[in-house]
């Protein structure tokens, strides 16, 4: 199984930045993927 998923954030505000990440994995759930892919705002 392959997985691949993308994370965005919109800021409410204009003048902020949001953010896009990307994630691809080889044997993960198609719902472990797409968190790991949220969660990488914390890293950033």
Do not use: C, N, Q, W
Not at 3 to 16: I, L, N, R, T, Y
Not at 17 to 31: D, M, N, P, R
């Amino acid at each position: 199984m392959i997985s691949s998923s993308v994370g965005m954030a919109v800021p409410s505000e204009h003048a902020h930045y949001g953010y896009l990440s990307e994630h691809h994995a080889f044997g993960e759930t198609e719902g472990k993927s797409g968190d790991y892919a949220e969660d990488l705002r914390y890293r950033i």
